[in-house]
């Protein structure tokens, strides 16, 4: 029994040891180093009348937190489509500062269905990178289906409006699309009209975008040549409470649905952005990839070729 | 079901072809002497040759020999004293054996020429098993003793994360790994979110795993079969053991039900009291209020009745539930989780003739996984009274028949044959909500049924003193719904024996599985949700070869008699096998309060998998010192065209070197010493190594009719902008700092006047390792002596055991 009492005591004893800390930092070695990395991100359409850019810069995850990702304001941002090239300026102070991009005019370089494209940026510190992408061609949206459903959350019931994108993909090549829209719809809210008067009630009429929760994107994989229809995009409403109530505006016309036949890095691009940023912190996902076809650095160089219907709300 | 009788009839009808004049045949059971309990794998055979059979899992064997005067027949089994009988071979003989348990400490006793089944006289490759006396011995996580625990430590299998019982083999999931409990399927092995498999180590007679070269009679997994027997009960007298240990108690009796000794049983049970010694403490910090805990339990019972020497009757079964609970009164809320697996089997054994023996067998099985969720407001301080509750559940069932038949027509062929049809039944998820509120309100997915069967054949055939070979077709069928499968599977085993005592072996198996198991935590929750095969994900299949060589140690071996040394290498391709979308999870597919139903194959993806490696098992299983070292050196790789761009990566499991050392040695009679030690390469994971801003484009904008009253920032053609993460060029190029781990058990025997009792003492991690469980980035604050406080990301590692010391007390009586 001696030996026994003994162990016991040297059990209690290695139970103690065993109480610091089971969460520890670990040296950062371990991890890949990245270099700070321009993040692009650029999409062109023989629709658009602007060429915009965005160019921003990586932080690594380890060591000291930098407050805000950083817009680069000295780029040399160059379009080329094999002949002819076009450098976009910085356009930060027409936006006030908020949201700088760099741009030009599709005068200055037309943006043409089947023609391949070069997207060159510099920075002064050397950093060069590039990326080349191709216009796909246009495809036509038929018609847009809207329907609606009544929906009960917490113990309330209320009319959603949703609208799906119809149209025939062509045959023979693989074809990526990004279906969107938006519509108006107005609420009534107090607000301050002018500055010395009291707010008054007013009506706001305001553009929206369509939700489509499953993601926009869509290949025709499995279905070349066949008819297709986008996943169900939600229309834009407002919510608001007043006195206890909800009210939920409609959705007014006009609605504006473009198809977009998009490049395979802009399919990529927007697709894994989406999922990474719908998965979250979620700790079980299976981790997203964002592909890149910005070559040494992040982000996407895409094209599209849109197509809009309008249609009336009846 | 048609073409299986026109084997058999092809089988029977060719039996006088082989019953030749000149012949006898000798046949029986093998049983334990004291307890009747039958021998499984016990060697029968003529000494000085490599004439012999072993005994299938009902303890029954049949050799048949020339014609003579008299033979010497030996009957040897691993952990008992031989026994050998002169026996006169002139007429059939009908005969019934039973072995002493050994005593290993005296090894003189342990000097007939085989007292085990030597690795290098077998044509089976690739198959492992460990003594239950052996497991017992080893040291054990908080005490309990746990078989797929020790399965871990053999080389070509790997566990998990820390502490789970989850089993990888030869690059494969644990989803690929048929795990049958006397003959049925247990879909769900975990019990404490795989902290504890379901397998109570005293009610088990046997554990097998094969991981390659598999016999035509198993098949529905790609990488493993884990065939555990539950014992069939003491016939003698009644007998018991039991432990009670830190979080778990158990106790089994077994014993004759009948006078005349031919019917026995066997009732099992285990608790864990985690919950009621935590229920007091939950109560006083809760002023009473809550009442919340945790618990599992798990029963084995079996029966058997012996109705002469022709038939015999077993019905056993398992249950097992996992419970959480939480009731809080204040808020009128009840929480309740609950999982677990339910098997029965019954089966009949018929001796058709000395040489044809079958059995026949109905099996049920069901995992079933459940949320209940209720919440009651009385009405007070003026709100209206209301109450919502919340049931949901998933799970999968499975009816099933299977007959086999063992024909031994000469000592040169074992023939096997039979079939097995399974009635699968899944329930993805249902979901009924009733509230006071809105109505009633469900959402079932449909409950899928589908129907796989499996046709075979194989012999084990000796073609000369050199040679053994095992050669088998498979035939599986599986459908469900419009869409049908029919695989052939071919099997291939075979061994030559270079010189007594050495062979090299090779093999060949192709595998095909119609079950998924749709799971990214790779630790066993019970959420993991198991689906069919449809039109749009495809059977998974495997392709297997192996090489390898078997080496027994001859007595003359300086470090004693009894050592066995195998040395294998395989390559293996997996087809079709699934994994999550990148960005998908369980709670994507399960969350069952999820306004969108999702289709769980909308969020699947198909790839090819490959992996090849070589492994060295040097093993003793009896002795004063046994035990075993093993090493695998092994590469996996994944290819999914959805997965990392469609490039080839390496999944999450894929070790490079793993390595187990286990020891048990007895130091006297009454004290047992063991040790392992572990070291597994570091897992491959994702972690980010950069953030930044991505903007997306937005179609919209610049359309939109604006309004100039309400100011808006808008970023022409894009939109705000998310924080993402830049994970790298590769998919799980993070690898994870290595496991090792060492633990160490010292068990006191002693035997009292009516029973004997075992103290257990041991150390799980002994030295303390802080093993990764997972990692995390996180951002700390940090003040400088100016008083700045700046923020920095690190990379933690979390880590789940430290030291765990624990004791058990163990009786037998």
Not at chain 1, 29 to 56: H, N, Y
Not at chain 2, 449 to 462: I, K, L, M, P, Q
Not at chain 2, 737 to 755: G, N
């Amino acid at each position: 029994m001696k030996t026994i009492s003994y162990i016991v005591l040297l059990l209690t004893g290695f139970a103690l040891a065993g109480c610091d800390s089971l969460k520890q930092e670990v040296s950062p070695d371990r991890l890949a180093k990245e270099p700070e990395k321009l993040v692009v991100a650029f999409f062109i359409s023989p629709q658009d009348t602007v060429l915009a850019a965005r160019v921003g810069r990586s932080s690594t995850v380890l060591g000291q937190n930098s407050l805000s990702f950083f817009n680069v304001l000295n780029a040399v941002v160059t379009l080329s489509d094999g002949s002819r090239s076009v450098s976009l300026t910085n356009a930060v102070l027409s936006d006030r500062g908020f949201n700088p991009y760099y741009r030009a005019t599709p005068e200055q370089l037309p943006i043409v269905a089947g023609k391949t494209y070069t997207l060159t940026v510099s920075v002064p510190n050397g950093q060069t990178v590039t990326a080349t992408c191709t216009v796909p061609g246009p495809v036509a949206l038929d018609n847009v289906l809207i329907d609606s459903t009544v929906r009960t959350e917490i113990g309330l019931a209320y009319k959603e409006y949703f609208a799906r994108l119809r149209w025939r993909d062509p045959a023979g090549q693989i074809n990526y699309y990004r279906a969107a829209g938006q519509n108006d719809f107005s609420f009534r809210t107090s607000i301050f009209t002018s500055p010395n008067t009291p707010p008054r009630d007013t009506l706001i009429r305001q553009p929206g975008s369509w939700f489509f929760s499953n993601g926009s994107t869509i290949t025709d994989v499995g279905q070349d040549g066949q008819e297709m229809v986008s996943g169900r995009g939600r229309l834009a409403v407002a919510f608001s409470f007043q006195n206890g109530q909800q009210t939920i505006s409609l959705p007014q016309s006009p609605l504006t649905a473009h198809l977009l036949n998009v490049d395979v890095n802009y399919y990529r691009y927007h697709d894994e952005v989406d999922r990474q940023s719908r998965a979250g912190r979620n700790p079980f996902a299976e981790p997203v990839l964002i592909q890149t076809n910005i070559r040494g650095g992040l982000g996407c160089f895409g094209a599209y070729n849109k197509s809009t219907l309008v249609t009336e709300l009846k | 079901m048609r073409s299986f009788i026109y084997l058999f009839v092809l089988l029977a009808g060719s039996v006088p072809v082989w019953s030749q004049p000149g012949t006898v045949t000798i046949s029986g059971y093998v049983r334990e002497a004291g307890s009747q309990e039958a021998l499984i794998g016990v060697n029968v055979y003529r000494p000085g040759t490599t004439v012999g059979t072993t005994t299938n899992t009902y303890g029954f064997f049949s050799l048949t020999l020339p014609a003579q005067d008299s033979a010497r027949i030996a009957f040897s089994f691993v952990g008992y004293e031989p026994v050998v009988r002169q026996l006169d071979l002139r007429k059939n003989i009908s005969l019934n054996v039973l072995l002493t348990p050994g005593r290993v400490l005296s090894e003189v006793n342990v000097k007939a020429d085989r007292t085990t089944e030597r690795v290098s006289e077998s044509a089976q490759m690739s198959r492992i098993d460990v003594p239950i006396s052996q497991i017992k011995k080893i040291p054990a996580f908080l005490g309990e003793k746990d078989v797929l625990r020790v399965l871990q430590l053999m080389p070509g299998v790997q566990k998990g994360s820390e502490g789970q019982t989850g089993i990888y083999v030869r690059g494969g999931g644990p989803d690929q790994n048929l795990i049958i409990l006397d003959e049925a399927t247990v879909y769900n092995a975990s019990h404490l979110f795989g902290f504890f498999s379901v397998f109570n180590g005293d009610a088990l007679k046997s554990v097998e795993l094969t991981k390659g070269g598999f016999p035509a009679r198993y098949g529905g997994r790609l990488s493993s079969v884990i065939e555990l027997n539950m014992k069939d009960g003491n016939k003698e007298k009644l007998r018991g053991e039991g432990g009670i240990g830190l979080i778990a108690s158990r106790l089994t009796l077994e014993g004759p039900f009948t006078k005349n000794k031919k019917g026995s049983f066997l009732l099992s049970g285990r608790r864990t009291y985690l919950d009621v010694v935590a229920a007091p403490l939950i109560k006083a910090q809760s002023d009473g209020q809550t009442n919340a805990g945790y618990y599992f339990y798990d029963f084995n019972a079996k029966a058997n009745y012996d109705f002469g020497p022709k038939n015999k009757v077993y019905l056993s079964g398992y249950f097992g539930r996992d419970r959480f609970y939480a009731r809080e009164q204040t808020e009128g809320t009840d929480v309740g989780i609950g999982w677990g697996n339910a098997t029965g089997t019954l089966r009949w054994n018929h001796l058709f003739s000395q040489k044809l023996f079958s059995n026949v067998s109905l099996i049920y099985s069901n995992y079933k996984f459940n949320i209940s969720s209720d919440e009651t407001g009385n009405g007070t301080g003026g709100t209206s009274a209301f109450s919502t509750s919340l049931r949901y559940s998933s799970g999968i069932r499975d009816l099933s028949a299977k007959m086999d038949f063992d024909y031994y027509p000469s000592p040169r062929h074992s023939i096997r044959f039979g079939a097995q049809t399974i009635a699968h039944r899944f329930t993805p998820s249902a979901l009924v909500v009733q509230n006071t509120l809105i109505d009633r309100f469900t959402s079932d997915v449909e409950a899928i049924n589908a129907v796989e069967s499996g046709v075979y054949v194989e012999d084990t055939w000796r073609p000369n003193e050199k040679w053994r070979v095992n050669g088998g077709l498979r035939l599986s069928l599986f459908s469900q719904k419009a869409v049908s499968y029919l695989r052939p599977e071919p099997r291939l085993s075979m061994s030559y024996q270079i010189k007594p005592g050495l062979a090299a072996k090779a093999s060949y198996a192709t595998m095909n599985q119609y079950v998924h198991l749709l799971s990214n935590t790779g630790i066993g929750l019970p959420t993991d949700l198991w689906v069919p095969t449809t039109d749009r994900v495809k059977p998974q299949q495997s392709r297997q070869v192996a090489v390898g060589l078997a080496k027994d140690f001859s007595d003359k071996f300086p470090l004693g008699s009894g050592f066995a040394l195998t040395v294998e290498g395989y390559y293996k391709t997996m087809q079709n096998i699934i994994n999550y979308k990148e960005g998908a999870s369980f709670l994507l597919v399960n969350d069952p309060t999820s306004a969108e139903r999702v289709r769980w194959e909308d969020n699947v993806t198909a790839g090819r998998g490959w992996s090849y490696g070589a492994e060295v098992l040097f093993q003793r299983k009896t002795g004063r010192l046994s035990g075993w070292l093993g090493y695998t050196l092994s590469w996996t790789q994944w290819q999914f065209a959805e997965l990392n761009g469609g490039r080839p990566f390496f999944p999450r499991y894929d070790r490079r070197h793993d390595i187990s050392v286990v020891g048990i040695y007895e130091l006297s009679k009454r004290i047992t010493l063991s040790s392992t030690w572990v070291y597994g390469t570091g897992n491959a994971l994702t972690v980010p190594v950069a953030n930044y801003r991505a903007y997306r484009h937005d179609p919209g904008t610049q359309l939109a009719s604006l309004s100039d009253r309400v100011p808006r920032l808008i970023a022409p053609l894009f939109d705000f902008g998310s924080q993402v993460s830049d994970y790298g060029q590769e998919k799980n190029s993070f690898r994870a700092e290595a496991y090792h781990r060492f633990d160490v058990s010292i068990q006191f025997h002693k035997k009292k006047k009516r029973h004997e009792r075992t103290w257990e003492f041991s150390l799980y991690n002994a030295y303390n390792r802080r093993n990764p469980f997972f990692y995390q980035l996180e951002t700390v604050r940090a003040t400088d002596s100016r008083g700045f406080s700046t923020d920095r990301t690190g990379l933690f590692r979390y880590s789940v055991f430290p030291v765990v010391p624990s004791f058990s007390y163990n009786f037998k009586f």
